[in-house]
């Protein structure tokens, strides 16, 4: 199998399903807009979206299987997976704003072997398929050299379901908020390839599901970061929980954002 090849022809895939998010946003009407929980959008064209990924991807490796956001198609694991976010940042979307990505990871077996995430308002594409073979828009990029939270650029979200731990990891983060800036975008997608271009230094977030992380986590990877869960094991793509880093401020954000101590 060429990856490169593959690679190349889900960017193209992802660049036309980003230019159809792109048009359609603007003749988005509210009553388009539905609600699957409190907080959490869905619309037709996520839908649409999904199905044009689904038809696209499934000519590349026929017989793959897929796992998806909407539902399009049912889950079934196989050799070879496709797990993916047509609209990722979808109440961004609904409300005009930016940044909202198309998403799509590619696993075999357990190991995911390519990510892409395309963020069609900005025309940023970043990919990758190994180990120092990750790219923006065909430059190649490299996590941050920050090595304290101290001054540094942080990324966050709140889930749509907040309990008690989610509630304390973000009064300790508030107490860093004289040492560092912090910024929560709204695509927990581009959020992670920001880490992994080295514009933020680490990113964190539970309640997200595996269309969020995959293709991300696996971008930051290879340029450099890390990537875990919580409680520093590597489930972060299933297990709802994520801390992306530049891999070198880790174990602080996991002492004193994460952990509080």
């Known amino acids: 199998m060429d990856l490169e090849k593959i690679c190349d022809k889900v960017k193209e895939l992802a660049l036309s399903v980003g230019t159809y998010l792109r048009e359609e946003q603007t003749a988005l009407m509210k009553k388009d807009v539905e609600l699957k ?16 990924l689904v ?8 017989g793959a ?28 979307y609904v409300h005009g704003d930016s940044p909202f ?12 072997v390519l990510g892409v995430v395309y963020d069609p308002l900005a025309s940023q594409m970043y990919c990758a398929t190994g180990a120092g073979k990750v ?17 540094g650029y942080i990324g966050f979200g709140i889930p749509y379901s907040l309990d008690e731990r989610g509630e304390k990891i973000l009064e300790n983060a508030m107490k860093q908020f004289r040492k560092c800036s912090f910024r929560i975008k709204g695509s927990a997608a581009l959020e992670i390839c920001y880490v992994a271009a080295g514009v933020s230094d680490t990113y964190f977030h539970s309640g997200l599901s595996p269309w969020d992380v995959a293709a991300g986590a696996f971008i930051l990877q290879c340029a450099g970061g890390k990537c875990t869960d919580f409680s520093g094991g590597d489930n972060y793509i299933f297990d709802k929980e994520l801390v992306a880093s530049n891999g070198i401020i880790h174990q602080e954000v996991m002492e004193t954002i994460i952990q509080g101590n």
């Open 55 to 62: 038809e696209g991807l499934s000519e590349l490796i026929p």
């Open 65 to 92: 299987g897929f796992l998806t956001e909407e539902g399009t198609v049912g889950f079934e694991q196989k050799e070879f997976t496709w797990i993916i976010d047509p609209l990722d940042g979808t109440t961004n």
């Open 101 to 112: 990505s198309v998403s799509i990871a590619l696993i075999r077996g357990k190991e995911t």
């Open 37 to 52: 929980g409190t907080r959490n959008y869905v619309t037709y064209i996520d839908k649409e979206a999904e199905n044009r």
């Open 135 to 151: 790219f923006l828009n065909d430059h190649p990029i490299t996590v941050s050299s920050q090595s304290t939270l101290v001054n």
